[in-house]
């Protein structure tokens, strides 16, 4: 998984909040969104990417702002296949009847200090919870955008609690995104 970035610098065009009006899309190629779970009772942590995401937003007034990340569920990498095999199946994620996973923006609001508040309603598993956190605009230009954040996620609101004899799957997972929009 590729190390968030500190870097507020923005591009010539200014802040987030100065961004032009209009539509916008996800490059899969400069975005990604990465987990951490620790299990185990807390000694082990597991890591993974989500290879396949894809997305769209729209800028409606300056500062302000809406879209929707669809995630592949089936594209998740831990870099251990048997785990990987785990995941997709009907004990987490279930991926042949809720193959993606999907958060739906319906407000983004950009601040002058390089942060962007956004909530909305993340779908997974067939389940719906709303959700709120901040990011960090790293890039604004009159062509793209970059949104850096992380947020806890608690998988039990979406009905994914594997039942297994030993408790090793417990607390929050970390979900931590990167994600690159560009001008329509």
Request: without cysteine.
């Amino acid at each position: 998984m590729p190390a968030m970035t500190n870097d507020t610098t923005n591009s010539a065009a200014g802040s987030a909040a100065d961004l032009a009006t209009g539509d916008w899309v996800l490059d899969p190629a400069a975005s990604w969104v990465g987990f951490r779970h620790k299990s185990l009772w807390g000694l082990v942590t597991i890591k993974g990417t989500f290879t396949k995401i894809s997305g769209e937003g729209e800028v409606d007034a300056p500062g302000h702002g809406r879209g929707t990340l669809v995630i592949d569920a089936a594209s998740v990498d831990t870099k251990k296949k048997r785990l990987d095999t785990h995941l997709r199946s009907a004990d987490f994620f279930e991926v042949e009847k809720h193959p993606t996973f999907t958060f739906a923006a319906d407000g983004i609001t950009a601040d002058s200090a390089g942060n962007a508040q956004v909530s909305g309603v993340l779908t997974v598993h067939g389940k719906s919870h709303p959700l709120t956190f901040t990011t960090q605009v790293t890039v604004a230009s009159t062509t793209d955008v970059t949104l850096t954040g992380e947020v806890d996620i608690d998988y039990k609101n979406f009905a994914m609690a594997w039942k297994n004899p030993g408790g090793t799957v417990r607390g929050l997972t970390t979900v931590t995104l990167k994600t690159r929009f560009t001008r329509a």
